[in-house]
């Protein structure tokens, strides 16, 4: 079974930067699309960034010019990288991993708050 563990979250100023990591259990190249997610109490799941096998990546607007999705062949991770955060970014992160099936990492608390 394929499990993903994030890393990284925690409580930043408005302004600062994170650097989130998902790590599998298997190969990350071996899923058609890698991406990170976060929710908020009460609202839907919304997608921040992904991701696919070749390497083609998408972020939401809201994150536009503000995030960079990566992976790590030699730490098999893949990673966000969030600058100047705002404290609408405030929530949890997830990491899924798609192969036919949507596996999802238990998640990571972003915290954007002076």
């Known amino acids: 079974q394929v499990q993903l563990v994030e890393s990284g979250g925690g409580l930043v100023e408005p302004g600062g930067s994170l650097r989130l990591s998902c790590a599998a259990s298997?190969?990350?190249?071996?899923?058609?699309?890698m991406a990170w997610y976060r929710q908020v109490p009460v609202q839907q799941r919304e997608l921040v960034a992904a991701?696919?096998?070749?390497?083609?990546?998408h972020y939401s607007d809201f994150v536009e010019g503000r995030a960079t999705i990566s992976r790590s062949r030699d730490k098999n991770t893949v990673d966000l990288q969030m600058n100047n955060l705002k404290p609408d970014d405030t929530a949890v992160y997830y990491c899924i991993a798609e192969a036919g099936y949507e596996y999802w990492g238990q998640g990571t608390q972003v915290t954007v708050s002076s």
């Open positions: 991701i696919r096998a070749n390497g083609l990546t």
């Open positions: 298997t190969s990350i190249f071996s899923f058609t699309v």
